[in-house]
């Protein structure tokens, strides 16, 4: 059974930092590309940042989140910081493979003072 579960997400002030992470099982973990989306109250799903053969970032973040992952642990991070209120959403995780597609239930962020 497939399963992408995130956590590490919570309140944090502006300017503060979280770690989130994204544990994978069911599946071939290194063969994935692994994504980071967020969804703000109102907004479309957006691109964060994605490692796969590269790594890439929104242009939002650029400086200030940095993804990596763990093959032996079957697990992605994305360590934020200098987080801005703009970043409250809840966040996703994504797995891709070919025709594979799967996804995590997400996790909430919220910065604010």
């Known amino acids: 059974q497939v399963q992408l579960v995130e956590s590490g997400g919570g309140w944090v002030q502006p300017g503060g930092s979280l770690r989130l992470s994204c544990a994978a099982s069911?599946?071939?973990?290194?063969?994935?590309?692994m994504t980071w989306y967020r969804q703000a109250p109102g907004k479309e799903r957006e691109f964060v940042a994605a490692?796969?053969?590269?790594?890439n970032y929104a242009d939002s973040v650029k400086g200030r989140f940095t993804i990596s992952r763990d093959n032996a642990k079957n697990t992605v991070y994305l360590q934020m910081n200098s987080l801005k209120r703009e970043d409250t959403a809840v966040y996703y995780c994504?797995?891709?493979?070919?025709?594979?597609?799967?996804w995590g239930q997400g996790t909430q962020v919220t910065v604010s003072s």
């Open positions: 994504n797995a891709r493979f070919w025709k594979y597609e799967y």
């Open positions: 069911g599946f071939t973990f290194r063969s994935y590309t």
């Open positions: 490692t796969g053969s590269s790594t």
